[in-house]
């Protein structure tokens, strides 16, 4: 039978008609939009090959690693020093050859996650950096090949409807160009275009096979006739796909939704068969929906229980499938499309209305009785999206994130971070779209869904006849609600519900969907009189768009709330998330990160601009001659791949840190410049006020990251390194084989600069450090000081009365042998070291050239008292206990035993303030802006009265304990010995003193040895060893 359709087709073809009007409008329409696309294309393209020259330049000198163009395991592991083992290393890269090998054409680095070697996994994300899959020029061919595929696509369509004369509406394909458009273009920004597959191939050939469906309506088994006649098929094949899934069906990682067949997705086409059945059903009852009521309630417009039951069916099936399904998204686009439609035809809403409230109602008790999980943990999402109990619960914090970061205007295509979106390609699409085009990008794609909708619901008007105007509803409505879900879920207007955002989402299966929606729209419409046909449907239809209207408006006016009325509040706002170990922890906006990851850190360096720790390999070629002078290997002791280098390990670890592992950053016994110094390093306080440069943070021409990345944000030590190098051996050599722990420190008296620091044992270079390994003995490490606090304990009698220096006390044999003295009021006596003999009557001079604690004990007891001797140690930061506690032990802790601890960094300061004439300095390690430590240097005694002293440690070195350690030096040193007895085991060994005795460049320094017994024993001939390496050096000189 032929219809009068194909008889004005015919008749079309024999008169030899023109190009039909449509394809004319369609042709100016099109050409635009392709000028649109194209301009973008190159827009994001230019975006994301902005480094690709130093990519060429960085494959042809061998610094990165082509996995497509792999030839030996030879080749590989020199990008895989990450691995210290040299035996792991080889192993690991034959793994990877052997994979290569048999999956030609890796389609993204990401895939050597799959590799084992020896049972471990590769170091993938400190080695991914140096890794490829293409090179620029392969990435360039393949972009320029699929752009031309997708746009070519459009207008095969536009010709091929044109040469068969073809009248369908002619704004559908423009539209849908632009709107894939977009898509096609998020999906070139997504990904890394030399590393990541190529997500723009899957979209474009998606777009491609789209194209081909639109060629459907040319064709004539697909009229909409022949499908009007189907009655019940479209219904049982929609159920067989629905059973199919019940059985077959599988989820997302860690969900436990059922929406996917293998890689297709059966709920994109049950959609459209429910509207094919609806439309039949509906296209032949619309009239007894409307006229024939229930008879029993005749003043209320009820229809009849009948005619209402596909309804409530309807309904009900919407639930079994939320709950069997265990997906929102589904449910909800195919109950409230069945009564979009049903509000149609019956032209009343109250029964809708009521849907509407069930399926709510359905939703929200599944969620009260935890049914499904998916579903649940969605809902608690929206209800708190910065602070919930789900795991991945900040999907809606990204979102919100992602659209605050994008403002007005946003990033610019190709600028931002969507990468970093969870799902950004499939149901978070909208989002990435509006980081990189803000809300100008989101209002425009709202503007491009109502020109389509309108588009459609035209048509449905014009259709010729019922079964074609439901069809052209329903399918129209199935858009539309797609999008407004989607749009109001990542919004936070509702929770998300895991539909797809239609023509923008990477989805191939929705893809062809909507496109085979729009091949039933556009044969609908070539067969449009033109003329208004259904004016019982045109109030209903009115009734849906300005609903659907108002719900975008809506949807528009949140987006703006979030991106231009509050932008700055959301994307600065953190997110409380439970990380994989179970811990719930703040997490930031990533854009921030990515932003911080732009500005390169600041270097560490030395006194003398030798660089202690760098993030720019070219600084450690810089001084590769002055690391060889000081026996360091930049090539054995950094790597290239590492984030951060530091050529001296251990030697500086105590004093820097570790910036790539974090070990004791935070920890309160730890005085880190990599940590304290963050501010200057990094290039800003808190990472929160980076957010005003977010947006434009990868354009290069951008004023304010030029300006940011102009600051100088070095910081210079006080240390040299060369001293460093050598103390940090010099510990090493001598206490490892005493088995000893131990620390020093060298400071230079007059500034109070630290030229040295240094603790045993430090942190090793593999693996995390032990307790013992990380704790900085120099600067926090308290010990008993024994004898060197005999120093703190004349200053507080000089400090009283200057002639308390030449007061006399007597040291005489006690009863049982032993030399010392007998203190009033304490039953203890106080007695000297085994095998002294008895002093006799001593001045303070001749007490610390022997040492004697006899006479230190009476001085403190008769002469300072508890009170002085607690202030005196305040002020040099000495925690002695309180007032209390020293004079419960008043005698013995005035020669440093009893409740006085003191770290090796102080007690060399109480040196240094003697060597500078009685003005102790602060002490600092770092002299720039950093630098915390700038208080000016504080007088304790007057010059005359550090004299004394000098002379009194002097004359323990030329006379007194430290003889024998210090014989023979040809540098003049002043010092004091300790013996700090502690509860189990030997004694600690202290030296604490300065050299030169006099001249301008002098160190003074305080050396702990645990447990090594007396001071001259150990720690005294450790220091002369500093003093003559510091003589070596040229640091100082007689």
């Not at 935890?370 to 943990?377: I, L, Y």
């Not at 931002?416 to 794609?445: M, Q, R």
């Not at 606090?789 to 004349?794: C, D, P, R, S």
């Not at 002369?1024 to 070596?1032: C, F, G, K, L």
Request: aromatic share 8%.
């Amino acid at each position: 039978m032929i219809t009068k359709s194909w008889e004005r087709e015919i008749s079309i073809k024999l008169a030899g008609e023109t190009t039909p009007a449509e394809r004319r409008i369609e042709l100016r329409w099109l050409a635009g939009a392709s000028v649109l696309v194209a301009c973008g294309l190159v827009l994001v393209g230019a975006a994301k090959v902005r480094d690709f020259g130093e990519a060429s330049a960085r494959l042809a000198a061998g610094d990165l690693l082509n996995l497509n163009s792999l030839t030996d395991a030879e080749h590989i592991q020199p990008f895989l020093l990450a691995i210290t083992d040299r035996d792991s290393r080889a192993l690991a890269a034959q793994a990877i050859l052997d994979y290569v090998e048999s999956h030609p054409d890796v389609a993204n680095d990401g895939a050597l996650a799959r590799i084992r070697f020896d049972g471990d996994r590769l170091p993938l994300p400190k080695i991914k950096p140096l890794l490829v899959v293409r090179t620029p020029r392969e990435f360039l061919v393949q972009y320029t090949l699929w752009c031309l595929i997708y746009v070519t696509s459009f207008w095969m369509v536009h010709l091929l409807w044109r040469w068969r004369q073809f009248r369908g509406d002619p704004e559908l394909l423009p539209v849908l160009h632009l709107l894939t458009g977009i898509g096609l273009m998020l999906a070139v920004s997504l990904r890394d275009p030399l590393r990541d597959t190529l997500e723009f191939r899957k979209f474009a050939w998606g777009v491609a096979l789209g194209c081909a469906l639109l060629l459907l309506p040319l064709l004539r088994f697909f009229h909409h006739q022949n499908f009007a006649k189907l009655t019940y098929t479209p219904l049982f094949a929609a159920l067989g796909l629905f059973l199919l899934l019940l059985v077959r069906g599988t989820g997302p990682t860690g969900s436990d939704a059922k929406v996917n067949l293998g890689p297709f997705q059966p709920v994109e086409l049950i959609k459209v068969l429910l509207v094919l059945f609806l439309a039949g059903y509906f296209s032949r009852k619309w009239e007894w929906l409307r006229e024939l009521n229930q008879r029993k309630i005749p003043w209320v417009p009820v229809p009849r229980l009948a005619h209402a039951v596909p309804v409530m069916t309807g309904v009900a099936g919407a639930l079994v499938m939320f709950f069997v399904l265990k997906d929102m998204g589904p449910a909800l686009v195919t109950g409230f499309l069945l009564l979009v439609m049903f509000a149609a035809a019956r032209n009343r809403s109250g029964l809708a209305l009521a849907g509407v409230i069930v399926l709510v109602a359905g939703v929200t008790a599944g969620y009260r009785y935890g049914k499904p999980k998916t579903v649940v943990e969605r809902v608690s999402m929206w209800l708190s999206p910065w602070d919930n109990d789900v795991r991945g619960g900040d999907q809606l914090a990204h979102s919100l994130w992602a659209f605050s970061t994008g403002g007005l205007t946003g990033s610019g295509p190709g600028w931002g971070d969507p990468e970093v979106i969870p799902a950004g390609h499939t149901d978070l699409v909208l989002p990435a779209i509006a980081e990189e085009w803000g809300f100008v990008g989101v209002v425009t794609i709202g503007l491009l869904f109502v020109l389509l909708l309108r588009r459609v619901f035209l048509i449905a008007l014009r259709a010729p006849d019922e079964f074609a105007m439901f069809v052209a509803l329903g399918l129209g409505a199935l858009l539309a609600l797609e999008m407004l879900l989607i749009s109001g879920g990542v919004l936070g207007a509702i929770p998300l519900s895991g539909v797809v955002s239609p023509f923008l989402s990477a989805g191939n299966t929705a893809m062809l969907a909507n496109f085979l929606i729009i091949a039933f729209i556009a044969g609908i419409s070539s067969r449009s009189s033109g003329k208004l046909l259904h004016p019982p449907f045109l109030r209903p239809v009115r009734g849906i768009s300005i609903t659907l209207a108002a719900l975008t408006a809506a949807l528009a006016a949140r987006a703006g709330y979030i991106q231009v009325l509050h932008g700055p509040e959301f994307m600065i706002r953190d997110a409380r998330v439970i990380e994989q170990d179970g811990v719930k922890r703040p997490q930031v906006n990533p854009r921030l990160h990515s932003l911080a990851a732009e500005i390169p850190r600041g270097t560490i360096s030395d006194r003398g601009g030798i660089p202690l720790a760098t993030s720019d390999w070219r600084e450690l070629e810089a001084h590769r001659a002055d690391y060889e002078k000081l026996g360091v290997s930049i090539d054995e002791a950094c790597t290239r791949i590492e984030s951060r280098h530091y050529p001296f390990g251990a030697a500086t670890a105590h004093l820097l840190g570790d910036l790539r592992t974090g070990e004791n950053f935070h920890a309160s016994n730890a005085s880190l410049i990599e940590h304290d110094s963050n501010a200057r390093l990094q290039g800003y306080s808190d990472i929160h006020d980076l957010a005003p440069l977010v947006r434009a943070r990868h354009q290069p021409f951008n004023p304010g990251m030029r300006a940011l990345l102009s600051k100088d944000r070095s910081v210079r030590s006080t240390i040299d390194a060369r001293l460093q190098q050598r103390v940090a051996q010099l510990m090493k050599k001598t206490l490892q084989p005493a088995r000893k722990d131990g620390a020093l420190v060298v400071l230079e008296p007059e500034t109070g600069d630290v030229l040295a620091l240094a603790s045993y044992p430090s942190p090793g270079s593999a693996g995390l450090s032990t307790p013992e390994e990380l704790l900085d003995r120099a600067r926090y490490g308290q010990y008993p000081p024994g004898s060197t606090f005999k120093l703190v304990t004349a200053i507080a009698a000089l400090r009283i009365d200057p002639k308390l220096a030449d007061r006399k006390y007597e040291c005489r044999r006690l009863p049982d042998g032993r030399a010392g003295a007998v203190v009033d009021g304490w039953r203890r006596p106080i007695r000297d070291d085994i095998g002294d003999h008895p002093h006799g009557a001593l001045s303070m001079k001749q007490a610390l050239t022997v040492s004697c604690n006899a006479y230190f004990a009476q001085l403190g007891t008769y002469d300072v008292g508890a009170r002085s001797l607690h202030d005196t140690a305040a002020l040099f930061e000495i925690p002695a206990g309180d007032v209390s506690e020293i004079a419960k032990m008043m005698p013995f802790s005035s020669y440093g035993q009893g409740p006085v601890l003191v770290t090796p960094f102080k007690m060399a300061r109480v040196a240094a303030t003697i060597a500078a004439g009685g003005k102790m300095p602060q002490g600092r390690w770092t002299m720039d802006e950093s630098n915390s430590r700038a208080q000016p240097a504080q007088e304790m005694i007057p010059p005359e009265h550090a004299a004394f002293l000098t002379s009194a440690m002097r004359s323990v070195v030329t006379d007194g304990t430290a003889r024998r350690a210090m014989k023979g030096l040809d540098i003049a040193v002043a010092g004091k010995t300790g013996t700090a007895q502690v509860g189990e085991g030997a004694p600690h060994s202290w030296f604490a003193g300065f050299a030169p005795v006099s001249g301008e460049h002098r160190i003074a320094f305080a050396v702990v040895v645990e447990h090594g017994g007396y001071g001259s024993q150990f720690a005294a001939p450790l220091a002369r060893q500093v003093i003559e390496a510091a003589r070596d050096l040229g640091i100082i000189q007689q």
